[in-house]
T-cell receptor, first 116, second 113 residues
Framework: GAGVSQTPSNKVTEKGKYVELRCDPI?????LYWYRQSLGQGPEFLIY????????DSGLPNDRFFAVRPEGSVSTLKIQRTERGDSAVYLC??????????????FGEGSRLTVL | AQKVTQAQTEISVVEKEDVTLDCVYE???????LFWYKQPPSGELVFLIR??????QNEISGRYSWNFQKSTSSFNFTITASQVVDSAVYFC??????????FGAGTTVTVRA
């Protein structure tokens, strides 16, 4: 498809386990973003990639969260030692550029993570 | 610090009624951008509009219109002649630059046939 693709769409795991969530952005989009949306809330910024590098990871809640984008396309969000509070929908977005005149992000449908 | 408040949690209307969604924001930045996004049941957020803080002109796009009032820090959104397909969660968002959006909690709009 032509949109942002996220896998898995649903992930149920046990407390303490390791989880990886994958994002495949729109072809040609150099900027990629991860947001987290808790139930009944708006999305919260986690991290932004420009190319292969994390240009802003100020939204990552703690060092259990890490994200990579080794070839400047697909990105993986990694969560270690999951906690029940990590349960949320993790949204990925991409754009052609992240300059201040844009803000028009193209979002995927999200990966719903449930930590039991 | 950025803050966006959407005081209306849920709005339910009958088809063809107009719907106005309120958004109030707080920021210390002199230059910033305001956004509205739509989140249908499928989950992906869909961009609707972006305004910068220097442009207070109201905007109309089809059945959608936006009223930006800097004096009251508000950026309200109206859907005219609502349709069932407008049913979704609508988010107002604020950013000093393009990507790091601060979203409100959202307003769920239900349009009944």
């Amino acid at each position: 498809g032509a949109g942002v693709s996220q896998t898995p769409s649903n992930k149920v795991t046990e407390k303490g386990k390791y989880v990886e969530l994958r994002c495949d952005p729109i072809s040609g989009h150099t900027a990629l973003y991860w947001y987290r949306q808790s139930l009944g809330q708006g999305p919260e910024f986690l991290i932004y990639f420009q190319g292969t590098g994390a240009a802003d990871d100020s939204g990552l809640p703690n060092d259990r969260f890490f994200a990579v984008r080794p070839e400047g396309s697909v990105s993986t969000l990694k969560i270690q030692r999951t906690e029940r509070g990590d349960s949320a929908v993790y949204l990925c977005a991409s754009s052609l550029t992240s300059d201040r005149l844009t803000g028009e992000l193209f979002f995927g449908e999200g990966s719903r993570l449930t930590v039991l | 610090a950025q803050k966006v408040t959407q005081a209306q949690t849920e709005i339910s209307v009958v088809e063809k009624e107009d719907v106005t969604l309120d958004c109030v924001y707080e920021t210390r930045d002199t230059t910033y951008y305001l956004f509205w996004y739509k989140q249908p049941p499928s989950g992906e957020l869909v961009f609707l509009i972006r305004r910068n803080s220097f442009d207070e002109q109201n905007e109309i796009s089809g059945r959608y219109s936006w009223n930006f009032q800097k004096s009251t820090s508000s950026f309200n959104f109206t859907i005219t002649a609502s349709q069932v397909v407008d049913s979704a969660v609508y988010f107002c968002a604020l950013s000093p630059y393009g990507y790091k959006l601060s979203f409100g909690a959202g307003t769920t709009v239900t349009v009944r046939a």
